[in-house]
């Protein structure tokens, strides 16, 4: 079935850093990507989302591209900070039923 | 608009006990779908309902069921509690124009913490 492999954590960076968390899929047809961020003590929320190949999702200056040959949904920053300490979840939607990723947890440090 | 709410916020069970959730989903939005997170872990798909039926379900077994009333609320029902039972349970509502819109986020309430002891 479908499902999501997201790279493991925890990840620590300096505040500023560029920021990568991978994420691959599969998926037999032609699924909707979604970022989901969770900040400590708060639910999820979309962060970003991309809905065919090639798209880029961008939010709070995340990006992540919709990458069908790769079957990738990796998300990027060029600047991190302190505030975007949370765990980030990759996600897929196929038929309505959301599959996430196991969860990275990142945190920034001033 | 209003969003998702959920009750109670934490709750202790013992095993064998039988829970109810509720969930209130966000204004407009008629399917709503319930997930459990276990510590650490990625959120799994439970079951959906689009205007009171069920219409997809996950990896869980029939202990755990759903209702989902004419004003879009929902409950999550479980039976026979089990200690692996013991999570963070999500409601999340979709876009008003039914499930298969699969490009329509979720939005999540903040979660009822169950423990079972």
């Known amino acids: 079935g479908d499902s999501v492999t997201q790279m493991e954590g925890p990840v620590t960076l300096s505040e500023e850093a560029f920021l990568t968390i991978n994420c691959t899929y599969t998926?037999?047809?032609?699924?909707?990507l979604f970022w989901y961020v969770q900040y400590p003590g708060e639910g999820l929320q979309l962060l970003l989302k991309a809905t065919k190949a090639d798209d880029k999702g961008s939010n709070k200056g995340f990006e992540a591209t919709y990458r069908k040959e790769t079957t990738s949904f990796h998300l990027e920053k060029g600047s991190v900070q302190v505030s975007d300490s949370a765990v980030y979840f990759c996600?897929?939607?196929?038929?309505?039923?959301?599959?996430f990723g196991a969860g990275t947890r990142l945190t920034v440090k001033p | 608009e209003t969003g998702v709410t959920q009750s109670p916020t934490h709750l202790i069970k013992t095993r064998g006990q039988q829970v109810t959730l509720r969930c209130s989903s966000q204004?407009?939005?008629?399917?709503v779908s319930w997930y459990q997170q276990a510590l650490g872990q990625g959120p799994q798909f439970i079951f959906q309902y689009y205007r009171e039926e069920e219409n997809g379900r996950g990896n869980f077994p029939p202990r755990f069921s759903g209702l989902q009333f004419p004003n879009y609320s929902s409950e999550l029902n479980v039976n026979a509690l089990e200690l692996d039972d013991s999570a963070l349970y999500l409601c999340?509502?979709?876009?008003?124009?039914?499930?298969?819109?699969?490009?329509?986020?979720?939005?999540f309430g903040n979660g009822t913490r169950l423990t079972v002891t």
């Open positions: 996600a897929l939607s196929e038929l309505g039923d959301m599959r």
């Open positions: 999340a509502s979709g876009s008003p124009d039914g499930p298969y819109k699969d490009n329509s986020p979720l939005h």
């Open positions: 998926a037999t047809g032609y699924p909707s």
């Open positions: 204004s407009g939005h008629n399917t």
